[in-house]
């Protein structure tokens, strides 16, 4: 089946610093869509990126993340970390009919003044 | 602006008592899913809807059981709470099909807590 592995619990960084949250996959698929979901305290996730096309980078909200299946990654990445990013990250991958998303473990992000 | 709405927000009950929730979405999607987070925050899907039928059934417990009226609305009861129970319950939809339209969207979930 498909996993996704998130290897960072907790990832702290300074504000005004860059951020990287990594994520790599194992799959059987050929073609699926890869996903950045955040979770505020108390919310819903709500997507932050979606990418389905090999060594395109995709950015959102400050955000970027490359597609790289030669390693099967799709880390997340900004260049300068805001208080307000600080939340929980999910890594997730849909399967080829996206009837389902397989979630990693989350990274707790927290930014420092 | 919310367009999945879950009801209740938070529900606790006693082991062994039936509990539903409820799941409303306003997307005009045709799939909809209820995934569990646990205590430790992992999320994983438990049954996803397609126009009313049943597509994923993940390795859940009989006492869950998925109800769908149509596709704007999925329901899910529980016979027989145990205390493992105790999690948060997220709702969501889809569009399938189609470049990009396969990005789920969220409700708000239901916390259960299981006494």
């Known amino acids: 089946g498909d996993s996704v592995t998130q290897t960072e619990g907790l990832v702290t960084v300074t504000e005004g610093l860059p951020v990287k949250l990594n994520c790599t996959y194992q799959?059987?698929?050929?073609?699926?869509?890869f996903f950045w979901y955040v979770q505020y305290l108390n919310e819903a996730p709500q997507v932050l990126l979606r990418?389905?096309?090999?060594?395109k980078r995709t950015e959102h909200q400050g955000f970027h993340a490359t597609l790289h299946k030669s390693s099967s990654s799709f880390h997340l990445q900004k260049s300068s970390a805001q208080l307000s990013d600080s939340a929980l990250y999910y890594c997730?991958?849909?399967?080829?009919?996206?009837?389902?998303?397989?979630f990693g473990t989350g990274t707790s992000l927290l930014v420092d003044p | 602006e919310t367009a999945v709405f879950q009801t209740p927000n938070y529900h606790v009950t006693q082991v062994g008592n039936e509990v539903s929730f409820n799941c409303k979405q306003t997307?005009?999607?045709?799939?909809m899913y209820w995934y569990k987070q646990d205590s430790k925050k992992l999320l994983k899907i438990m049954f996803s809807?397609?126009?009313?039928?049943?597509?994923v059934n993940e390795t859940v417990p009989r006492r869950f059981s998925p109800q769908s009226s149509d596709k704007a609305h999925l329901n899910l009861r529980i016979k027989s709470v145990e205390p493992e129970d105790s999690a948060v319950y997220l709702c969501?939809?889809?569009?399938?099909?189609?470049?990009?339209?396969?990005?789920?969207?969220f409700g708000p979930g239901t916390r259960l807590l299981v006494l």
């Open positions: 969501a939809s889809s569009q399938t099909g189609g470049e990009g339209q396969d990005t789920q969207y």
């Open positions: 799959t059987t698929y050929l073609t699926i869509a």
């Open positions: 990418s389905s096309t090999d060594n």
């Open positions: 997730a991958l849909s399967d080829c009919m996206g009837y389902k998303l397989t």
């Open positions: 997307l005009g999607h045709d799939t």
């Open positions: 809807y397609n126009n009313k039928q049943l597509i």
